[in-house]
């Protein structure tokens, strides 16, 4: 059973920094693209980050500068460091595992994170 299973979110303050942690289990890590996406309410899911196995990254506009995805393969785990957190950075946070075999596209996702960014 593929498993993603995330820590680290919680309350901050504008301008304060969170490190959110995804850990899977069930699956072979390094065949998946790992990424975070975010959905606040009353909008539609949205990419936050994405990582492929080698590293590469790429980024939601709005975060760019300021969030930092990284994965280390050896623990199974991607992270999302967030700096500069803004209140428009509010919302629930997923972790997402992606795969593209045989035609088919695997998705698995985490339960969320609830990330609040108020004063």
Known sequence: Q??????GGGLVQPGGALRLSC???GMIFTLYDMGWYRQAPGKQ???VATTTSG???NYGESVKGRFTISRVNAK???YLQMNSLKPEDTAV???NARRVLGGLVYNYWGQGTQVTVSS
């Open 76 to 78: 199974n785990t991607v």
């Open 45 to 47: 899911r949205e990419l």
């Open 23 to 25: 850990a899977a289990s």
């Open 93 to 95: 946070y997923y972790c």
């Open 2 to 7: 593929v498993q993603l299973v995330e820590s």
């Open 55 to 57: 590293g590469s990254a």
